[in-house]
């Protein structure tokens, strides 16, 4: 019976170890997911973010710049681009915007989340200054017009003629207490 024992304590103290292992695995999940996307530039992630030297553009080519504005499933925003594609030469800064219209009767708060496509072009997108930037707060029944001041790397490669960037907005009102709701926590111009 006490060899029973040792075995039982023996199963249960590698059940629980293994139990702990998984938990410390999926908290581990999310970093190193960003960290392997950030280096094989999969998923769409945009690392390239904030000011950035001015060169001359390389009129030679033209790349199609394709937007579209998506809502979560629980988001009832009005959103999207103000215009659906541009063309833009590699080096060229390029500004356009995004509609958002708050058809609700209460004060509401979103975060865009972007992505790009192809993932390989998502390195060579460099948003100098975007909206997903900062989070967005919208009166009931408030409009705006949302930023988007972007350059695309002249190192694109060649093969590479259209790029899409997509933005996923997301209601974060119920994340937010109310006294992270300020009248005056945005930062864009409101139509």
């Not at 590698?14 to 998923?43: E, H, S």
């Not at 950035?52 to 790349?63: C, L, N, Q």
Request: aromatic share 8%.
């Amino acid at each position: 019976m006490d060899a029973l024992q040792r075995k039982n304590r023996r199963l249960v103290l590698q059940l629980v170890l293994g139990g702990i292992l998984m938990f410390g695995f999926g908290f581990a999940l999310v970093p190193l997911y960003d960290v392997f996307c950030r280096i094989t530039g999969l998923n769409g992630k945009i690392t390239n973010t904030g000011p950035i030297a001015v060169e001359e553009a390389d009129s030679s080519r033209d790349i199609r710049v394709q937007f579209l504005g998506v809502n979560n499933e629980a988001m009832p925003w009005e959103f999207r681009p103000m215009l659906n594609t541009v063309s833009v030469n590699p080096g060229e800064m390029r500004q356009m915007a995004y509609f958002a219209r708050n058809p609700t009767s209460s004060r509401m708060v979103a975060q865009a989340v972007p992505s790009v496509t192809p993932a390989e072009a998502a390195q060579y997108l460099h948003k100098v200054s975007c909206f997903c930037f900062d989070q967005q707060a919208l009166e009931a029944d408030g409009r705006m017009e949302m930023p988007l001041l972007f350059v695309i790397d002249k190192k694109l490669p060649a093969e590479i003629h259209t790029i899409t960037l997509s933005y996923t907005l997301f209601d974060i009102t119920p994340q937010l207490s109310t006294g992270q709701i300020k009248k005056d926590d945005t930062q864009r111009s409101t139509l």
